[in-house]
Structures are given as structure tokens and as C-alpha cells.
């Protein structure tokens, strides 16, 4: 199964495991991920300005490029999976703005959404399936506690992103099952860290990620997995004294390939 | 040749006030087929309708045209009026030209000048009519009721105290319904079971009722008067006659880990049960899913210790077919699953609750004998949040929840914080809402005496998010009115789900071709004037399926139903509408378009043998009218594409002459 892939900017550098164990992770797993050449950074935020455009066509041309080769678009990371299935929602369902951005781009095909977008958990899901992934796992984390955070971005607006109920979302805790180990749920793993909060004022996005952490440690969690780098900043960065990991960290270490992590 | 005589009214100066009545009826007199033509002050006076009565008389009139105003008003009026002139009541034709015309209008030339033009066109009309004559049809003097909570039961009563049989199909094992678990009710906080339970037993006492519990209607065929219902009695595996509710097969019972249904799972009950302790019929049901002699041929202890030898585990479920001229839907409510509300925890703690599991926790016949004990840990709360509108008044884009009111959530809530505080003086209560709706008799000064007398917090705006973290609820809200975000670490936390129909309605609606709204509410046939009718006639509305209710309304309702029924039911035989759909056979196509449309189910399809020109024989399939079930709507005469469907009074030909006679 080929798939293209959108790693993101932050993926490139202050979260490589992120990218790095994602990628290793599906070639184990029988899937192919092709990176979009010459990707842009996503814009990092989905602006709800109708009439923005310039911000949202990195990821139209993404999209563009996976339609090319009749592939469906994976990300990993929660903010760049947002961005991108936003403007393709957009443009799905705003002739206005689709017109305008095609009128912009003025390449010989007009783009009206036709791409398909996945989040990797989704592809775990819905391409691989939890099953599968069962039978790959060859370590499994026998006895881990660990709390799934979801944040915001990942589920929110359920519309358009439509990846799980957003008030009582299933997919990591499923993963989580799937890896061997035990999900721990608690009422706060849907709840905003803080995001950007942090630049303008600290204390709120302390308060924010304290209060995810804290409930997720006052149920049982003995371990944080996450989807979105920006979540993982501010929860290690606000003193979260248990440790804070991306999925797919868990997930190379369920599969027996996370010693190759260091390159 | 029709001799038609044209009457003109002035309605005082409504009509007369904008319509220069008499240059209608002069310019109507020119009309082919009008042989007489005149006006006066009130022509729905006993003076006006004499005057008609006289002119049949003295000009020999075949039909009628009364330029005056809506149908709706005074059809029937002028009808009898022709009828006492000796004329066929449907030679009349009303030219409506007060609410269609002189109301709407200002200028005289404009309103005069429509009026001819309203006349003309009902002239043209009743140049076509034909006399009518109305079916009738016998009336089977028995009412089924669907459903047998409060509004069932108090249907059932009054139909059965008018002195005609009644019989009541309830899919639970028991009678009751929502309100028998219930613990107070609002305003008068007289205890449910105390009211309810009385009830019941007049119900299982009286000669005139049966009840089928553990039952459900499978098919409903015929029409008003003559209903032909199958109910299908689910095998609960105890005779009815025999078993006398001792209750010793229930203690015996070694599966007693089954949710009991009764106190919304809060507890268990055994596979054997009686669902509460005045139960109507108070018989024992085996839940065949937890039965282990069922499921595995193991054990048979019940039918050991029953002295009266009622356990029979053959007993399979048995069909019964009645005949009944009347049909009353009291199928009730539910409240909505709280699965799309996590924000709230549901799901994640034990210690939220919704209120009817709150009745049962206050109900001393509960699962804590009443005791307001928390569900984790048995421990008293010392903080409890309710939450109103918890799923009703939802954005219709809020993919969750319903757009309605659910009416009874703000006045439960006020009794549950005030019952809360009388009876836990030291447990602090809050109550968050959008809005407090207390439109009913004692209903605010209800509410007030919670506030002011008994200290409830009572705070607008919304819990945003329940986080349970140890053993408390922390609860995120908003209080509008300071405008603050609030944090309470909550021991309880108790949400006012919203309420829907039953799932039973929709197959049930579609069994009995009722018309239900977007919630799946069943409609009546008039929102403000037929309110218990549903338009198919011979069904009839009860309770909270037609809408949400509570108990002192939908009791009104339900004897309301039951005062239509006994008016249906006295009647010996039911005088049709004779202006129904008839289908032309020969030019029937047999394409069902006509069926598909027919809201009334009036329509059926047979094979018929025709003989052609030819002097062969051919088998066409071509539609056919139920008189007695048909409405008159004109839906079929539409979507028939050979024109073969024609309603009487309102044919084709008739329609067609007024469109040409307007645009002349």
C-alpha cells in the first residue's frame, strides 16, 4: 500500500521521533509512505478568515500532489493533519473559496477536494486495522498504564475532522489495546494544553497542561501519549513528572524496532 | 342543463366594504347556466338562508353558488341550507371572497373585479357537479390502547367507564409505565406509587379491560371502525392463570446478577422476576437471555419451588387477532442516551447520574430503600450539581441532542433539589440552567420556594465539563449572570436528559399510517384544534408520544382520546366523506404511483379480469379505494401519470373548468 506522506516543519527537527518512528513503523507494517516533494510548512493554523488564502495553499498543494498520484494524504502531526483537512473540507464544500485559490494557483486542473486525507492513527485503524497491528507486535507493553492525550486539534471541529467522537474518543485507547498495554481514561485527554498560549502567557498554559496531567495521574496513567508536538512542549515543559511520548514511539517499541532510533 | 343561482354576501362591510356586491351579482347573472342572481347583508342569517331556500323554489335551481366567505366557515352551514331546499348538499359551491379577497385588498375596482372572477370559477365548477351520496361503514365497539403507562391507563379507564371494552397492549411485563418509578411528583410532591398504583389495580379490576403485557402489536390492516390488529404475546414462560406472585421462584432464582431494568441497572434482579412489588399483572417473567434452563436445559429450580405448577418452559409466544373500531397511541418516552455527552462523564463515573436514576436512588422502593447514597461508594453526597438541559435545545447543527424543549426537566429538577435539601439539610445543591420554564399551575411558586426557602443555588449558564479525579467531580461552568468561570468539586452530579419518543413509535406509526414530525412525534391532526386526533382516522394521541409532557397534562390528554374514542365508539355506523378518490380501472396502468403517495394507506393493488373489445379476457393489475379509509387530500389524483384517479367533487374536469374559467 503506497500512501503519501506531509511530515510537517516541526517533524524535521524538534520532533524527529515523531516522524522518524512513524516512517519505520509502516514500512513494517506492509505500508509505503511517499513523501510530498517540495511540501511547504502548513500554515501551523487553520484561519477561520474565509477569505485567507495565501495561508492555506501549501497544504492545497499537497493535496494537489497526492491527487496526482491517486494516493491519500498521511500526517502525524495533529496541527498539519488539521490544517490540511480543513482547506480540504474547504474546499469541498465553499465553491467561493475553492474558485478563488484555483484561480490563484492557475495550474491547468482545477483541485475541488478530491483527495483523500488520513490522519496515521486513522491509517492504523481504518488501512492497516487494529488487528493486524496486534499480530506485528512482538513486544508487548505487558502492565504499562498509559493515558492517551488527544488535545485539541486532533478531533475538534468533529465536521470536518470526524476521526472519533469528540467527547468520548476511542482510537489511541484502541491502539493502546492493540499494543498490549492498558489505556487509562481520564476526562481531560480532549482538553486544550494551552497551544500558542504559552508565547503570551505561561501561567495559563501551565495551568492547562497541569490540569491534563494531573487527572491523567490521579486515574492510573503512568505514561502520556501524544499526537501533536506542540502537547508534548508544553506538558514536559510545565513539569509533567511521568513520561510524555509520541505514539509512535510506543508503537516501534510494540513493533521491536526502537533501538534503530538513534541516527 | 344546470338553473344555478348565485348568492352574494356583504358580510356587513367586510365584504361589501372593498366589493361592490352588487356589480357582482349583476355581472354573474351573464354566466352560462345562471338563472338567478342576487345579494344581501348576512346570507348566513336565518334570513339569508331563506331567502336562498325560497329562490330554489320559485326558480327551479339545480346548484348553488354562494360568493361569501371561507368554506371552512360556512360550507357546512349552506350545505344544510341546500338540503332543506330539497337540493343535494354538494350542488352548493362557495366563492370565498372575503378572506381571499375583500380582506386582502384595499381598492374597490381590484376587489370587485377578483370577486366576479372567484364566481365565475365556482360557477364553472358547479355547472359540473354531480349529487353525492356518503358511504357508510359498521363500527366494531372496542378500543386498543398502545401502551399501558398513565396515559394508557387513564385512556383505558374512561373508554372502559363509557361501558365499551377496552384492551390494553403493554411491551413491558408490567403496567406503569415511566411514573411508577418515579418517587414525588411536581407541584403537589404527592408520591407516585400512592396515585399511580390505585390505578393500576382499577385497571386490572374492571370487567370491561384486558391487558396483554409483555406484548406488542405486529400488524394493524382495515380503517376507522374496523381496525384488524394481530398482537403478539412474547413468551415470558409462566402461565398467566396459574401464577399467583408469591415471589419464591424469585428468591430461589440462582441467576441474580441481571440489570434490573426497574431501577435503571443501578441493581440486579434474578432471570425469574416480578418488576415491582405492585406490579400489574403481578406475574412472574423468565428473562429468557439469563435463564440458564432455557439457555442450557440446567437447573429448573423455579418450577421446583412454584406451589401453583405456573413455569412452563415451552411456552412459546402466541398470536392474537382482535377486532377494534378505535386505536389510542400511548407509547410514552424515553430519555436519550447520554453516549454523544461525554463532556459530562457519564460514562467514566459512576457518580453521574441522570434524574430518573436519581428518582430511583431517592425512591424508598430503590436500590438504597431511598437513601440519597452515591452509586461509587455508598457514601451520603455532600455536593450535588444538577445540570438542565442536558441534550434538549440543541443547535440543530449540534449533531447531538434535540432542537425541542423537553418540558418537564425544569420542574423535576426543582422538586429533585428541594426534596435534596429538605431531606439533607447539610448537602449543598446547585442547579445550572439556561432557562427556568415553569408554565403550569403552581409551577414558578414551586420553583421559588426551591430558591428562596430551601436555598438552592440556582445558576445560568452551562457545565461545560465534568473531570472525575479521585473520588470528586470536578465541574467547569459558566455563570452567566456574574459573568465568572466556576470550578465545584461536586460529590454527585445529576443530568436532565433530554426526553424522546420511544423507539416502538416509528414501526408502530408506519403499521398504523399516522404521520409522525421530524423527532418522531406522532402529529395531530390539528396543532391547536384536533389536538389528540391523529389525521388517520380512528387513531387517536395519549400522552408523551405526541409530544413532550408531564403527568397533570398528559392525564388531560389521555382523557381527552378517550372522549373521542367513546364519541366514535357510540356511533353504529360512520357516515363518510363522499368527495374521495375513485380510480377509472380502464385506464389504470397499475404503476403504484398513486399508492406511494397515499399518506392514509386507502390505496391497494388487486389483479382483475377485464373483458376487452375483442371479446378476450385480461388480467390487469389497477388500483382500487378504500372508501371508508380514504381522506379526500387529492394526492393520488396528482401523481396518477394516466389520469385515472379522479376526485369526487373535486374532478379533473371540474379543476380544470375553474383554471379556465379565471383565465378567461
Given at each position: 500500500m503506497k500512501l503519501s506522506y506531509f511530515p510537517g516543519c516541526t517533524l524535521k527537527n524538534k520532533a524527529k521521533d515523531l516522524d522518524f518512528y512513524a516512517r519505520r513503523s509502516a514500512e513494517l507494517l506492509g505500508v509505503e509512505l511517499e513523501e510530498i516533494e517540495n511540501w511547504q510548512c502548513c500554515g501551523g493554523v487553520f484561519t477561520t478568515?474565509?477569505?485567507?488564502?495565501a495561508t492555506k495553499l501549501s497544504s492545497v498543494r499537497a493535496l494537489k500532489d497526492a491527487q496526482a498520484k491517486g494516493q491519500a494524504l498521511v500526517s502525524v502531526c495533529s496541527a498539519c493533519h488539521n490544517v490540511i483537512k480543513q482547506t480540504n473540507h474547504a474546499m469541498q464544500t465553499d465553491k467561493a473559496f475553492a474558485d478563488k485559490v484555483n484561480r490563484y494557483m492557475a495550474e491547468e486542473n482545477d483541485y475541488n477536494g478530491e483527495t483523500e486525507v488520513l490522519h496515521y492513527l486513522e491509517m492504523l485503524r481504518d488501512k492497516v486495522g487494529f488487528d493486524t497491528l496486534k499480530e506485528k507486535v512482538v513486544n508487548p507493553l505487558k502492565g504499562k498504564k498509559i493515558g492517551a492525550y488527544y488535545g485539541c486539534?486532533?478531533?475538534?471541529p468533529n465536521t470536518v475532522?470526524?476521526?472519533?467522537?469528540?467527547e468520548n474518543p476511542t482510537i489511541m485507547e484502541d491502539l493502546i489495546k492493540a499494543l498490549g498495554a492498558t489505556p487509562v481514561v481520564y476526562?481531560?485527554?480532549?482538553?486544550?494544553?494551552?497551544g500558542y498560549i504559552a508565547v503570551e502567557s505561561p501561567e495559563l498554559a501551565k495551568k492547562r497542561s497541569n490540569a491534563v496531567v494531573e487527572n491523567a495521574k490521579a486515574q492510573g496513567a503512568e505514561m502520556i501519549i501524544t499526537a501533536c508536538p506542540l502537547c508534548k512542549y508544553n506538558l514536559i515543559k510545565n513539569g509533567a513528572d511521568i513520561p510524555v511520548v509520541y505514539f509512535t514511539e510506543l508503537l516501534a517499541e510494540a513493533l521491536g524496532i526502537k533501538e534503530d532510533a538513534n541516527e | 342543463m344546470q338553473r344555478i343561482g348565485v348568492f352574494v354576501c356583504w358580510c356587513g362591510s367586510n365584504i361589501a366594504g372593498t366589493v361592490d356586491v352588487k356589480a357582482v351579482a349583476e355581472a354573474l347573472?351573464?354566466?352560462?347556466?345562471?338563472v338567478y342572481s342576487t345579494d344581501y347583508?348576512?346570507?348566513?342569517s336565518q334570513a339569508g338562508q331563506n331567502l336562498i331556500i325560497d329562490a330554489v323554489k320559485e326558480h327551479n335551481l339545480t346548484g348553488l353558488v354562494i360568493c361569501s366567505c371561507s368554506p371552512r366557515m360556512h360550507e357546512a352551514t349552506f350545505r344544510k341550507t341546500a338540503a332543506a331546499a330539497g337540493?343535494?348538499?354538494?350542488m352548493v359551491e362557495i366563492a370565498?371572497?372575503?378572506?381571499?379577497c375583500s380582506w386582502v385588498h384595499k381598492e374597490m375596482p381590484v376587489g370587485t373585479e377578483k370577486a366576479i372572477i372567484l364566481g365565475k370559477a365556482a360557477v364553472a365548477k358547479v355547472n359540473l357537479n354531480t349529487s353525492l351520496t356518503p358511504g357508510e361503514s359498521p363500527v366494531t365497539k372496542r378500543a386498543l390502547v398502545i401502551g399501558g403507562g398513565i396515559a394508557g391507563i387513564q385512556t383505558a379507564l374512561d373508554i372502559a367507564d363509557a361501558g365499551f371494552p377496552v384492551d390494553i397492549v403493554e411491551?413491558?411485563?408490567?403496567?406503569?409505565?415511566?411514573m411508577a418509578q418515579l418517587d414525588k411528583t411536581f407541584?403537589?410532591?404527592?408520591c407516585a406509587a400512592c396515585i399511580l398504583t390505585p390505578k393500576m389495580v382499577d385497571v386490572a379490576q374492571h370487567d370491561k379491560i384486558r391487558i396483554f403485557s409483555?406484548?406488542?402489536?405486529?400488524e394493524v390492516k382495515g380503517f376507522v371502525g374496523n381496525f384488524d390488529v394481530t398482537i403478539k404475546k412474547k413468551?415470558?414462560?409462566?402461565d398467566e392463570t396459574k401464577?399467583?406472585?408469591?415471589?419464591d421462584c424469585v428468591d430461589k432464582c440462582?441467576?441474580?446478577k441481571n440489570p434490573n431494568e426497574f431501577n435503571m441497572g443501578m441493581d440486579n434482579r434474578s432471570a425469574?422476576?416480578?418488576?415491582?412489588?405492585?406490579?400489574?399483572?403481578?406475574v412472574a417473567t423468565i428473562d429468557a437471555g439469563a435463564c440458564t434452563m432455557l439457555k442450557?436445559?440446567?437447573?429448573g429450580l423455579c418450577s421446583k419451588v412454584c406451589g401453583a405448577g405456573a413455569?412452563?418452559?415451552?411456552q412459546k409466544d402466541e398470536f392474537i387477532e382482535e377486532k377494534y373500531g378505535a386505536i389510542v397511541v400511548a407509547t410514552g418516552f424515553n430519555p436519550i442516551s447520554m453516549?454523544?455527552?461525554d463532556e459530562y462523564a457519564y460514562s467514566q463515573?459512576?457518580?453521574?447520574?441522570?434524574s430518573l436514576e436519581f428518582e430511583r436512588l431517592t425512591n424508598a422502593a430503590g436500590p438504597t430503600q431511598g437513601k440519597l447514597l452515591?452509586?461509587?461508594?455508598g457514601k451520603h453526597p455532600h455536593k450535588i450539581v444538577f445540570v438542565q438541559c442536558v441534550g434538549s435545545?440543541?443547535?440543530?447543527?449540534?449533531?447531538?441532542?434535540?432542537?425541542?424543549?423537553?418540558?418537564i426537566c425544569c420542574m423535576y429538577t426543582a422538586k429533585h433539589a428541594m426534596l435534596t435539601r429538605d431531606k439533607y439539610p447539610d448537602t449543598e445543591v446547585y442547579v445550572f440552567y439556561i432557562d427556568v420554564r415553569t408554565p403550569g399551575k403552581n409551577f414558578d411558586e414551586f420553583y421559588r420556594r426551591a430558591v428562596e426557602e430551601y436555598g438552592v443555588n440556582y445558576i445560568k449558564g452551562m457545565v461545560g465539563k465534568i473531570v472525575p479525579e479521585g473520588d470528586v467531580l470536578k465541574v467547569q461552568a459558566s455563570d452567566l449572570i456574574s459573568n465568572k468561570q466556576l470550578h465545584i468539586d461536586a460529590d454527585l452530579v445529576v443530568l436532565a436528559a433530554a426526553i424522546e419518543p420511544d423507539k416502538s413509535a416509528r414501526p408502530l406509526a408506519t403499521m398504523l399510517t399516522a404521520s409522525m414530525d421530524t423527532n418522531d412525534f406522532f402529529t395531530e391532526?390539528?396543532?391547536?384544534?384536533?389536538?389528540?386526533?391523529?389525521?388517520?382516522?380512528?387513531v387517536f394521541l395519549s400522552g408523551a408520544c405526541q409530544g413532550p409532557k408531564d403527568i397533570p397534562e398528559t392525564v388531560s390528554q389521555a382523557g381527552a382520546a378517550a372522549s373521542k374514542v367513546i364519541g366514535l365508539l357510540c356511533k353504529d355506523k360512520l357516515t363518510g366523506n363522499p368527495c374521495i378518490a375513485s380510480a377509472n380501472e380502464m385506464m389504470c396502468?397499475?404503476?403504484s404511483s398513486c399508492e406511494r403517495v397515499c399518506p392514509y394507506g386507502a390505496i391497494t393493488y388487486s389483479d382483475k379480469e377485464f373483458r376487452m373489445p375483442d371479446r378476450t379476457t385480461q388480467i390487469r393489475r389497477v388500483a382500487s379505494v378504500n372508501p371508508a379509509v380514504c381522506?379526500?387530500?387529492?394526492a393520488c389524483t396528482v401523481a396518477c401519470p394516466s389520469g385515472a384517479m379522479d376526485l369526487k367533487g373535486f374532478t379533473n374536469s371540474q379543476i380544470m373548468a375553474e383554471v379556465d374559467a379565471i383565465c378567461k
Open positions: 478568515s474565509r477569505d485567507e488564502v486539534l486532533l478531533l475538534r475532522m470526524g476521526m472519533d467522537d469528540p476526562a481531560n485527554r480532549n482538553e486544550c494544553c494551552g | 347573472k351573464a354566466e352560462p347556466g345562471v347583508q348576512y346570507m348566513c337540493l343535494n348538499p354538494y370565498n371572497i372575503r378572506e381571499q411491551t413491558k411485563p408490567t403496567i406503569g409505565g415511566k407541584p403537589t410532591l404527592d409483555y406484548s406488542e402489536v405486529t413468551a415470558r414462560f409462566v401464577c399467583t406472585g408469591c415471589g440462582p441467576m441474580k425469574i422476576y416480578i418488576p415491582f412489588a405492585q406490579a400489574v399483572p403481578k442450557k436445559g440446567k437447573c413455569i412452563d418452559y415451552t453516549d454523544k455527552f463515573s459512576k457518580d453521574v447520574i441522570t452515591r452509586p461509587s461508594d435545545r440543541c443547535a440543530a447543527c449540534a449533531e447531538k441532542g434535540k432542537e425541542y424543549c423537553s418540558k391532526a390539528h396543532p391547536k384544534l384536533r389536538p389528540v386526533e391523529s389525521p388517520t382516522a380512528g396502468n397499475g404503476c381522506q379526500g387530500c387529492g
